[in-house]
């Protein structure tokens, strides 16, 4: 196990200097003059030249591009990728004031998806070709192709139409105030954990499909097993495995939920900061974040192989 | 003569079958997956509302009519006006072009480049195998819809940024799959018998194994092409894709929409409608082509 972690350790160096060194080429040396494009570009020639050099030297364009890297690896290994050009806060002060929301909003989100995905899978599965099947399948593939910002709008559209309720601005953590933030965090869990639910729902299915093939499940008939014991015992066991880990490959598919839920709602979270930086050309902010979302992505699929590991000693030693 | 009778037999069968097949494999697709071939009607249906819009569309979907602002849905206007009393049926009809424009031309090209660089680091193997898969690491590194959003905020909001925005992301996903596929073509004794006999590299890697990786780059290619549609409504909705007055489905549900939705509901319900059943019709079809086409899901 030591060896694997550790060469599993070394492995994610490379990938996370060629995401920095990604995120640097994206967003520093492609579209040319960063400080032009924070003005809006210059058309017309309405941008003042004396703000704009500021800008540059803020920024410090002016340096040659190897410092400019130097600064930002530099920056990025402390953590510290600078100040908004917005709020003229550090980024990553701006960035943990928002963390408690998303986080809290991705793990109910999670748990719902759970929830929902691994007993409809399962039936799915085991009910092939069948109408439950069909309903299952529609299900979740409805889940997928809603998209997740509809979702909201009719959902708030809901709530105002029959319950006068308005989206509550401030965010009140839970341990403020339970209440208030259950009746906050409700809806936008629910939405996000259906549209997720859909993806494990599917995954569940196909995974307890093929494992319903093995050798072993046909033994476990042929010794004359009631069907709840093979589903449960051998079928489901056997088959749970895959799923908690592609749960966790899954994440990307919640910060992308995050990002519009989060919009929809007005939650003041890490996925509308996103929005609004690129709203608001915040360079600075929209470099951290992307890197930032690659980063802790890589950490989540570094976690998901050593549980896998863990548990299955093929791995290991493979 | 009896020989003479079968050879003539077996050539019959031969210039016929592939047509039988194929009609046979469609009605056969029909009867085992009709959840699927609900989605072909779905998909069918899009395409043709697109290509005939213009016949189509009661209104043309860029006029503003401030006589007709919040219109109800009505038997002039069947889903309503919008806020500058423009017909949403035909902005919805409309959307449907720019929909399986970026749809299919953003997944044909992320699948195809991504393919073409799954088969070559294949075949290739060595450092450029080694280069390549590190660098679709630290492409996969990055959510999709957030590299997307990085990408369209440089390029600023336009369709065909929108393509490009969506497009690369596809991009080391599909040369995952389609590598490991390929990896495992080139393990076969056909190629090996091809190589032996003295093939060209040209001619191993096109006729023998770039055939042999068109069945999971079809399917790649029907599962991305939801998430795609779906993409670009995203990616407008956030303000990043498609300008106003550009009549896209993502773009007509963001904003104003919201705001205006307590008084003329059916601003955010049609174009929602609209893109929820355009993907689903995608999903469906992609995911029983699937299920037909990969053995290790067949039934039995």
């Known amino acids: 196990m030591r060896t694997y972690l550790v060469k599993r350790l070394l492995l994610i160096v490379p990938t996370l200097l060629g995401a920095a060194t990604l995120v640097f080429l994206i967003m520093r040396v492609i579209p040319g003059d960063v400080a032009l494009l924070i003005f809006g570009g210059d058309a017309a020639g309405h941008i003042d030249p004396k703000q ?136 936008p ?10 993806v494990t729902t599917r995954m569940t299915r196909s995974t307890v499909l093929e494992v319903l093939r093995e050798d072993y499940i046909r033994t476990a008939w042929a010794k004359g097993l009631a069907e709840r014991a093979v589903v449960i015992r051998h079928a489901l066991k056997n088959s749970m495995l895959p799923v908690i ?27 509308r900061f996103v929005v609004d930086a690129v709203a608001h050309r915040d360079y600075p902010v929209v470099q951290a974040l992307i890197f930032l979302t690659a980063f802790s992505f890589v950490i989540v699929n570094l976690l998901v192989d050593l549980t896998y590991a863990w548990f299955d000693p093929r791995i290991r030693y493979g | 003569m009896a020989i003479n009778v079968e050879l003539t037999h077996t050539t019959a069968t031969a210039t016929l079958a592939p047509r039988a097949g194929t009609v046979e494999a469609v009605l056969r697709f029909v009867r085992t997956k009709p959840l699927g071939a609900a989605g072909a009607v779905i ?128 991009i080391p996903r599909a040369a995952r799959v389609v590598r490991a596929t390929a990896l495992s073509v080139k393990e076969n004794v056909y190629v090996e018998a091809v190589n032996a006999l003295g093939a060209t590299r040209r001619r191993v890697v096109l006729r023998h194994i770039v055939p042999n990786v068109v069945a999971p780059y079809i399917i790649l290619l029907t599962a991305q092409l939801g998430g795609a549609i779906l993409a670009e409504a995203a990616l407008s909705y956030l303000g990043l894709g498609a300008a106003e007055p550009t009549p896209s489905w993502g773009l007509m549900l963001s904003g104003s929409a919201l705001s ?41």
């Open chain 2, 43 to 170: 998909i069918l249906g899009m395409l043709l509302v697109a290509a005939s819009a213009g016949m189509l569309a009661p209104y043309d979907a860029y006029h503003a009519d401030y006589g007709a602002q919040f219109s109800r849905p009505s038997a002039e206007h069947w889903f309503g006006t919008d806020e500058f009393g423009r017909d949403l049926m035909s902005r919805i009809m409309y959307g449907a072009r720019i929909a399986l424009f970026v749809g299919f031309t953003a997944s044909f090209a992320g699948c195809t480049i991504g393919g073409l660089l799954g088969v070559m680091s294949a075949y290739l193997g060595g450092k450029v195998d080694l280069l390549l898969e590190r660098f679709m690491d630290i492409l996969l590194a990055f959510p999709q819809l957030i590299l997307a959003l990085a990408i369209a905020s440089i390029l600023g909001p336009a369709v065909q940024n929108v393509v490009i925005a969506i497009a690369i992301p596809i």
């Open chain 1, 52 to 187: 704009l050099a500021a800008m540059r030297e803020k920024l410090g364009l002016n340096d040659p591009l190897y410092v400019q890297f130097g600064t930002w690896l530099w920056g990025v290994v402390r953590f510290d990728f600078g100040t908004s050009l917005w709020t003229g806060q550090p980024v990553i002060e701006e960035l943990l004031i928002r963390l408690p929301l998303s986080l809290e909003l991705a793990l109910f989100a999670t748990m719902v998806s759970v929830v929902i995905a691994i007993p409809l899978g399962m039936l799915a599965a085991v009910r092939q070709d069948t109408w439950v099947d069909y309903v299952v399948r529609v299900f979740s593939i409805g889940g997928l192709a809603i998209p997740g910002f509809w979702v909201g709008i009719l959902t708030i559209l809901g709530l105002v139409i029959f319950f006068g309720w308005g989206p509550p601005l401030e965010f009140t953590p839970p341990w403020v105030d339970p209440w208030a933030n259950f009746s906050m965090m409700v809806w």
């Open chain 1, 245 to 271: 880990t592609l749960i966790g490959t899954e994440f990307a598919f919640l910060i992308g939920g995050l990002v519009v839920t989060e919009t929809v709602f007005t939650l003041n979270g890490i996925g």
């Open chain 1, 189 to 198: 869990i629910v939405t996000v954990g259906y549209r997720f639910s859909a």
């Open chain 2, 260 to 300: 205006y939705a307590e008084k003329a509901p059916w601003i955010p319900i049609f174009p929602g409608i609209a893109i929820s059943l355009g993907v689903f019709g995608f999903n469906l079809f992609g995911d029983s082509l699937r299920d037909a086409l990969d053995p290790k899901l067949r039934k039995g």
